[in-house]
């Protein structure tokens, strides 16, 4: 809290999945708060991070009815924020706006991104976004995947958002997010396609089959990632469709549902062999949030 | 009968060049009913899927998977050709998981040699492989020439020769056995 006690201060915590653990863990700080959080210690923001926080935001929107302020945004990240169309969510308001002539273009030369889409969570209107999104992908593969680029790593990309925007419809009981942006971390270029929901999560969905079994949610987790089963049907292919692809892609796949999460590692691997890892006892926040990231 | 898949698609109005998702797959299915409704006994329909880059597997679920197993019982085979490496592998790993999770297997054959090196897709083992190999390149065979051929004992060929049946993928005519 700042000296008046009323204002939430956002630590410089949103630079990859493990690291935004850190904000996770304010979540009902967040949400018990006045509402008010100061940005200025925030340097960087990635995909994950930029959705999760909108998650944070919109659960305490739909508990008090009110949209946080975010105040003292410093400009790299206001503008950040406004060309991923974060700010247009509705979600959040904000005390200073950036003039128009340091808004940034929405040219071809800054299209290594797609923007924020809220996949509904009605199959009709869903299939619709998922088409545009494909379509808008397509049309910017080029840039996002430039590093990685053939036109089957084109094709691997459309069935991975194709597969995990499913799942939002078809799992969750709520309407998610999806964004994907190629950046730059020190020497490493990263693409990052993260999309995520703050529905009913993994274990729940899967409550009614009582056949499959697991001792904790990462286990599920990995079930869910690994075997073909799905809490709908007799077996499922989507996330292990999703796991084969990222694989042979050798790229990496961060999951988290309530308050587990799995990482799984294909571009390197444990002397042990492993590349898999689990993790439970994380705070809880609702929802299965997924980044599949390739780094060259 | 030849089934652009892309030209069907375009007449119902999908976005192209992808097939994705259990709605577009379910209503390419009613479509593809409705084409089959004159379709001879024992035909083999091919489905064209050139100009189609991704096929997801809802989209497989929903669409070739039900035509699969429609042909059993309507007496007719399916060969695909132009199936894009992503798609060839999206439908080898329905067909994985169908093959785990029921009783029967999934298999379909294809006009040209896929990314696999294998004219079909599906969950076959070595020796079926080979039966398909050699009547791809000889259209038509005898028992003796394929055990020849394989070097297979002959209660054991004969089982891979009826299981290829069920699943569609060859067909016996007049004693031989044929290359769908």
Redesign the interface.
Known sequence: MSGSDRTLIMPDRFRDPYIFENIVAMNDAVLNSAGVIDMSRVAFIEPYSMLSFLLMGRNYLRKSGERIRLVNIPLQINQYLTRMDFLSRGVFNVSETIPDSMVLKRSISSSRLLEIVEIPNK??QS?NV??SV??LF?KRAHGILKFWMNE?VV??F??VI??LC?NIFEHSMDSGFLAMQTYKSGNENIARLVISDSGVGIRKSFEQKSEITYSTGAELIEKALTT?ISSKR?????L??VN??TE?LKGSVFIRSDSSSLTALYNRKEKSGKNIFLRNDLPQFDGTQISISLSS | MIIKVAKLAKEAKM?L??L?????GRFMYSKMKEKLSIIGEGETVVLDFENI??I???FI?EFLVKLIIDAESADFYIKVRNI???SE??ID??FN??S???SGRLAVIREELGKNNRYYIGPLTEHESDIIDYLKLNHHAGIDEISRFCGMESGVLKKSLEDLIRLRVIRRTDGEFVSV
């Open positions: 199959e009709r299939v998922i088409a494909i379509a397509r089957e094709d691997y459309v069935t194709s597969e499913q073909p007799e077996f499922g292919y989507g292990c469709q084969a692809i042979r | 976005k060049p992808d994705i998702t259990r709605p577009v880059k991704v997801d597997s809802s679920d894009s490496p992503v592998i999206n790993s329905v998981s169908y785990n999770y029921k």
